[in-house]
């Protein structure tokens, strides 16, 4: 059974820093392109790092770039998300997600729909 799990979420103030991170389980994702995408109250839900199996990453939106900072953590089949400076617009559930398909390992998707699995997201909360 696959399982894609985040942890690292919280409550934080406006300029604090936190970081997530995500592990998968339950296939072989050696090969496998990894990202986080968050979905604030009321909007859709946005990419926002994507890491590819040989370690390519795609830019991340402007609302966050050069503050978040994906990246693995030794295993192939874990990914963390390092953000600074968090602003109150940060507010959001951060889901982390994993896709299968290994035409990706050289460059991880943008798209939410060509990523297979799916973790229940964690909370980050950033006060101002």
């Known amino acids: 059974q696959v399982q894609v799990v985040e942890s690292g979420g919280g409550l934080v103030q406006a300029g604090g820093s936190l970081r997530l991170s995500c592990a998968a389980s339950?296939?072989?994702?050696?090969?496998?392109?990894m990202g986080w995408f968050r979905q604030a109250p009321g909007k859709e839900r946005e990419f926002i790092a994507a890491?590819?199996?040989?370690?390519?990453?795609?830019d991340s939106p402007d609302s966050v770039k050069g503050r978040f900072t994906i990246s693995r953590d030794g295993a192939r089949n874990t990914v963390s998300l390092r953000m600074n400076n968090l602003e109150p617009e940060d507010t959001a559930i951060y889901y982390c997600a994993v896709t299968a398909d290994t035409r990706y390992r050289f460059s991880p998707p943008l798209n939410e729909k060509e990523y297979d699995y799916w973790g229940q997201g964690t909370q980050v909360t950033v006060s101002s």
């Open positions: 890491l590819s199996w040989n370690g390519q990453t795609k």
């Open positions: 339950g296939r072989d994702f050696s090969m496998s392109a």
